[in-house]
Nanobody, 123 residues
């Protein structure tokens, strides 16, 4: 079973930036990886996904132009660079791994999940 550990969350002012990291316990180069987020009282929502090779990416509309997903397979790590943060980006951010190749926002296409890291954006 693959374990995922996120880090990099914190408190930042609106307009600021954060870089989240997610380290996997096993080799990840055969998996797509994704970031999701869940705000208090809201359903979990998709943020971004990246293919096994890193050549393809897929973003939620809310993330386009502000967030960048990337990966370093040599380090079993996926990153989420978040710029121009807004208060509505406040949430617990979770990374996930999926065995199927197709990039998707569907949660059931991801097999393993991390515990998440808190991101709080103040106005």
């Amino acid at each position: 079973q693959v374990q995922l550990v996120e880090s990099g969350g914190g408190l930042v002012q609106a307009g600021g930036s954060l870089r989240l990291s997610c380290v996997a316990s096993d080799r990840t180069f055969i998996y797509k990886m994704g970031w999701f987020r869940q705000a208090p009282g809201k359903e979990r929502e998709f943020v971004a996904a990246i293919s096994a090779t890193g050549r393809s990416t897929y973003y939620a509309d809310s993330a386009k132009g502000r967030f960048t997903i990337s990966r370093d397979n040599a380090k079993n790590t996926v990153y989420l660079q978040m710029n121009s943060l807004k208060p509505e980006d406040t949430a617990v951010y979770l990374c996930a791994i999926g065995g199927r190749a197709t990039l998707t926002s569907k949660e059931d296409e991801y097999d393993y999940w991390g515990q998440g890291t808190q991101v709080t954006v103040s106005s």
